[in-house]
């Protein structure tokens, strides 16, 4: 499995715990199935964004101008939030983490808001 589908199950997790805040273990079970060779490195992300959701909403509250993170839609929230997670583990580089949720937000998201991603992401 490509690690983009990963991210995009990463995704997931990140968005049902916004919608329904639940325990990150019982999220990634739900999100990466036992019999597919889950990713260590975005179950790691999974758990970082979860735990440390109230310092990234800090963060990005301080990026956006005139808006607030509490405005944003759940699924831009949770890529915004597996963004920031990424960051912090200093795995990957940033270009490649930016690229990675603007192909997300393209796909899941209205359709300008990659920019409001991209925008928010290169700044942090």
């Known amino acids: ?37 889950a990713d260590s490195y975005m179950i790691q992300v999974v758990r970082q964004a979860i735990e440390n959701t109230d310092r990234y ?3 990005i509250d301080e990026v956006l101008e005139g808006w607030s993170f509490d405005r944003l839609g759940a699924i831009e929230q949770a890529i915004l939030l597996n963004g920031c997670a990424e960051f ?6 940033a270009a490649v983490i930016i ?26």
């Open 1 to 37: 499995m490509t690690r983009h589908i990963n991210r995009e199950k990463a995704m997931h997790a990140v968005y049902q715990n916004q919608i329904l805040p639940r325990p990150a273990d019982e999220l990634i079970r739900d999100n990466f199935s036992e019999e597919e060779e």
């Open 57 to 59: 909403h800090g963060y």
């Open 88 to 93: 912090d583990l200093k795995q990957v580089q």
């Open 99 to 124: 690229d990675e949720y603007v192909r997300l937000a393209k796909k899941y998201c209205d359709a300008d808001s990659y920019k409001l991603i991209n925008g928010v992401l290169d700044r942090i």
